[in-house]
Nanobody, 116 residues
């Protein structure tokens, strides 16, 4: 079955950038929509961004103007470009993608740490 593999996390200083990737393990199954969620230490999981099958994107208030969500159809991969990172962005990021009849899948989660 299709799986989502996340990569691109790490440790950066405030003001830095990271680019997270969310790649489907099998190209047979096409992503219809992708969303990203953030879970800060001790907090609930929060919505970050999403992009639908028509390319329409939406962002959480805390990341507007700083993060950009995108997809590469040829690679069956979703991305989250994270700029001007803040310590508050620290936490685990999860991607979620819909594959039509196959259903939805979650990525394994990836750690992002932003130091002051």
């Amino acid at each position: 079955q299709v799986q989502l593999v996340e990569s691109g996390g790490g440790l950066v200083q405030a003001g830095g950038s990271l680019r997270l990737s969310c790649a489907a393990s099998k190209s047979i199954f096409s992503m219809n929509a992708i969303a990203w969620y953030h879970q800060a230490p001790g907090n609930q999981r929060e919505f970050v961004a999403r992009i639908d099958s028509d390319g329409v994107s939406k962002y959480g208030d805390s990341v507007k103007g700083r993060f950009t969500i995108s997809t590469d159809t040829s690679k069956n991969t979703g991305y989250l470009q994270m700029n001007s990172l803040k310590p508050e962005d620290t936490g685990v990021y999860y991607c979620n993608a819909n594959f039509g009849n196959v259903g939805s899948r979650w990525g394994q989660g990836i750690q992002v740490t932003v130091s002051s």
